[in-house]
DNA sequence: TTGAAAGCGCTACCAA
DNA sequence: TTGGTAGCGCTTTCAA
């Protein structure tokens, strides 16, 4: 049915050998030969049979990317740009979703690995790193996208999340907040580096969270982000130390932290400043347009798919590469004091 | 390195076939032998070769999705939906994104071609139908998703477009709308048939559109939808018969109405209603919550993987099966008006 | 410049 | 119940 390279050897009169090497621009080719061959090819439409290409040279063409959840936008994202960018390369992408679930992630890991996909990215949900280990055994090379883990040195591409948390703070330190309060994630690298830099922004300002004032949704990561930020707002407010600023942290969670806010009788800004990271579409549409960190996933998936078609030639770092794209700061209505000088060395004009 | 039946059964003292019925569940083994050689794939963490496998069986255990937008939320769920099913059946999920681009969509399909996957999904953004025909002379299964093509008979899985414009047009009815414009979507099943239920709609209520009260965001599909979506509001707003309701293609566009309705100084819902459709996540925090027709992606995606199961088990249906989901609409504040009776029936008690 | 032979890891078929 | 043989479609190696 499909044409295969002995038809095409059989209709020429030449061997499998020479079709072969056409296939594969190989030098040693006569120029006429090489043409006949290229003809045939086409007017069968001749698509070479991966399967026992990969047999032999032991390569798949295939490369494979685990995320917690594709219906995330950051995540959807970084798969898109890696996905365009591999297939140019002639290289198909596996996509698993492993909704937040590090048993469901272990056994999708499992899986590409037995397909001898030709590299791996993930962005993990373990808490451990032992499913990184038996990817190391089998000897394919791996990128971790997102969360990292301490002490664990590997190939690594994610956004440089202190920046993240100094960005938002230093912002609402700028617009005139005293008391910052800190709705930070769950306890892994995302959340730590945003926490980290929370607390230097403020350290550089000579000032330190009050207590109460660095609250955990808990252990929920991205989904239900929005219900944990808003039950943890709602224990923020009836705290006695009530805050004027407060940095969440991804959007969904700043959602919630808003309506807690507004349900509450208080003003975004006006009483409570917010910014969120993530910068979630639609973020202009909001009831008040949020103030967001963006990630930069667009950029985190070019690098990603860069090192990960290098990996996928052999080309192995002397040492694992960790990357750190720049977050930057989009200023919105939720988190803009227009009496506030935005900048603070202006105030003294020399 | 990684190890072979051959490793395994010279470890046992057995033949390579004996293995691979251990392997396959073959009836005909010993169960003494059986449990040996288990024992031994156990210890040496043996993974069978999928090309080795494929080369023989003609089966790639891999499944092919082709989507213009993985950003896009309805996409992505399905997406999500369908790599978690097929997962489950031992399939591995090819995901890639055309970007809304026909031509790069073409080339997509043939990668995925060449690599021979056992099922092919497809959310075209194609304008005719021949690349189907290709898919159909290599005789790989195929299932349309989401949008539709006239007169073209094949398996497909979508919402039912006609009742989305019914169920969004009947409600803005209700809600006392006199005058309903609608935005509609290019030239593509989905807005086809959204565009069918809403004159459907205001005619088994003796209504019709009014001139210009149906107005196109042109060509640009999905994304850039809130700019199209404020543009053409703008140009409604502007026409003679302003509309006091409007249904939107989709939540993109129904996003730039609104805010094209709130730039001119006009209410929603109480000078003009809106509804979108897609029930994006987030429709709760926006500046006014949008009414919505959800499309019920995950049904869409279950369904589609349950049919792409059997297709790949090379079931195919004596005709090709087109199943439509019910969508469901979700009234928030952009369309209700609390002084309307929602049902016309209980203005007329018995 | 061309091609014969060997074999990648596995499964199908049939014989023992 | 077990296993020998053949071969899937291709690439690699080496000889002509």
């Given at each position: 049915?499909v ?63 685990v995320v ?41 890991i499992?899986?590409l ?50 920046a ?25 690298s ?16 000579l ?14 990561g ?13 224990k ?18 700043a959602?919630?932290?808003m ?8 003003r ?14 639609y ?19 070019k ?36 009496n506030?000088?935005?900048e603070?060395e202006r105030?003294?004009?020399?």
């Open positions: 049915m044409a295969r390279l002995k038809d095409i050897a059989q209709d020429l009169g030449l061997s499998v050998v020479t079709i072969s090497k056409v296939l594969r621009n190989h030098p040693d080719i006569g120029e006429e030969t090489r043409k006949r061959v290229l003809k045939r090819m086409k007017e069968l439409n001749y698509q070479p049979n991966f399967a026992a290409r990969s047999l032999i040279t032991g390569r798949s063409w295939t490369i494979g990317l917690p959840d594709l219906l995330h936008p950051f995540f959807a994202q970084i798969a898109k740009e890696i996905s365009v960018e591999v297939r140019k390369k002639g290289y198909s992408l596996f996509i698993s979703s492993s909704d937040e679930d590090p048993a469901l992630e272990q056994e999708e499992a899986q690995l037995a397909r001898r996909v030709d590299v791996m990215l993930i962005a993990s949900t373990q808490w451990t790193v032992e499913s990184f280990r038996r990817i190391e055994e089998q000897k394919i090379p791996y990128i971790l996208l997102d969360r990292q883990f301490a002490g664990f040195e590997c190939n690594f591409v994610g956004v440089d999340d202190m993240v948390g100094l960005l938002a703070t230093k912002h609402l330190i700028e617009q005139g907040c005293k008391r910052i309060a800190h709705v930070r994630g769950p306890e892994i995302t959340a730590i580096g945003r926490l980290e830099g929370y607390r230097q922004a403020l350290a550089a300002h000032m330190a969270p009050l207590p109460g004032h660095v609250i955990s949704i808990g252990p929920s991205d989904h239900m982000g929005d219900k944990a930020g808003y039950a943890a707002t709602v923020l407010l009836a705290g006695k130390n009530r805050p004027d600023g407060i940095f969440c942290f991804n959007d969904p969670v959602l919630g932290t309506r807690a806010i507004l349900d509450a009788g208080l975004v800004p006006d009483d409570i400043a917010v910014v969120g990271c993530g910068n979630l579409s973020s202009d549409f909001l009831r008040v347009p949020l103030s967001s960190v963006d990630q930069n996933s667009k950029m985190i998936g690098i990603a798919a860069a090192l990960a078609l290098k990996l996928a030639q052999g080309k192995t770092p002397a040492r694992p590469k960790s990357t750190l794209v720049t977050p930057e700061l989009v200023v919105r209505a939720s988190s803009f004091r227009a506030q000088r935005p603070p105030a003294r004009p020399s």
